[in-house]
């Protein structure tokens, strides 16, 4: 499988493995029981291998100080399309941000391009045996995003055959500025990919070019949550447009 460079976008500082495994968990409360950063990734890894996604690249990155953790994991499934890849996000927080949880993800090879279409939550918040249940809620976790993985590629294949004129596109980034899909100030930037793309395999007048302009985009300004957060809103516009429930 090719490796895709994994940049984790705006917004976090890539780090390594071990200065992962040296961030310093905070103490339980008797509400709130954080979770340490490297436990999550250890399971995740060890789950995805059991299921048969052998891990070929991965990275990591920490913010605000170390209290939140954001990592991606490219795998190989053994049948990958020849053009993207599966990713499996991370992300965990020290400081009550957000809940431990991972993402279905697909990163384009030419590109480098990343979206996000699913997400998994490991629970609504730390809780107090989320340690202890930690082995069985990731090997659940992990069975969704296989489940997933099968509907990224009816829905990829979708987006390659689905052609668009330009009044459709035009039609298409409003809906995406009105449901956060995009900023206002990134409009021009993302017609400007449609009409002349950084790359000729999205010079064919599809789907599959809109959204590329789009994520082509997403990673010039989006720190890592907004990528996560606009690229599911995008997979949901451009899923309807080519008329598909997934």
């Known amino acids: 499988m090719k490796k895709l460079n994994l940049i984790l976008h705006c917004g976090?500082?890539?780090?390594?493995?071990?200065?992962?495994?040296?961030?310093?968990?905070?103490?339980?409360?008797?509400?709130?029981?954080?979770?340490?950063?490297?436990?999550?990734?250890?399971?995740?890894?060890?789950?995805?291998?059991?299921?048969?996604?052998?891990?070929?690249?991965?990275?990591?990155?920490?913010?605000?100080?170390?209290?939140?953790?954001?990592?991606?994991?490219?795998?190989?499934?053994?049948?990958?399309?020849?053009?993207?890849?599966?990713?499996?996000?991370?992300?965990?927080?020290?400081?009550?941000?957000?809940?431990?949880?991972?993402?279905?993800?697909?990163?384009?090879?030419?590109?480098?391009?990343?979206s996000f279409s699913?997400?998994?939550?490991?629970?609504?918040?730390?809780?107090?045996?989320?340690?202890?249940?930690?082995?069985?809620?990731?090997?659940?976790?992990?069975?969704?995003?296989?489940?997933?993985?099968?509907?990224?590629d009816t829905r990829f294949l979708t987006y390659k055959t689905r052609e668009m004129d330009d009044s459709e596109v035009n039609d298409t980034i409003i809906q995406a500025l009105d449901s956060r899909a995009i900023c206002a100030s990134k409009i021009p930037a993302v017609l400007s990919e449609w009409r002349r793309p950084s790359h000729e395999e999205f010079e064919a007048r599809t789907a599959w070019s809109l959204f590329n302009a789009f994520t082509e985009v997403y990673k010039t300004h989006n720190t890592v949550s907004t990528t996560l957060q606009r690229s599911q809103k995008l997979h949901g516009l451009i899923d309807g447009v080519c008329g598909l429930v997934i």
């Open 12 to 114: 976090a500082s890539v780090t390594t493995l071990d200065d992962v495994a040296e961030v310093v968990t905070p103490d339980a409360t008797n509400s709130w029981h954080p979770l340490p950063h490297y436990a999550l990734i250890s399971e995740t890894r060890e789950h995805l291998q059991r299921t048969g996604l052998n891990v070929v690249q991965e990275s990591h990155a920490l913010t605000k100080d170390g209290d939140r953790y954001f990592g991606m994991m490219q795998v190989q499934n053994g049948h990958s399309a020849e053009d993207y890849s599966l990713i499996v996000g991370l992300r965990n927080s020290h400081d009550q941000s957000c809940a431990a949880g991972l993402a279905l993800g697909a990163g384009v090879f030419v590109c480098d391009n990343l």
């Open 118 to 152: 699913g997400e998994v939550t490991l629970g609504r918040r730390h809780t107090r045996f989320i340690s202890r249940d930690l082995p069985g809620v990731v090997a659940r976790a992990v069975g969704q995003l296989t489940e997933h993985r099968t509907a990224q």
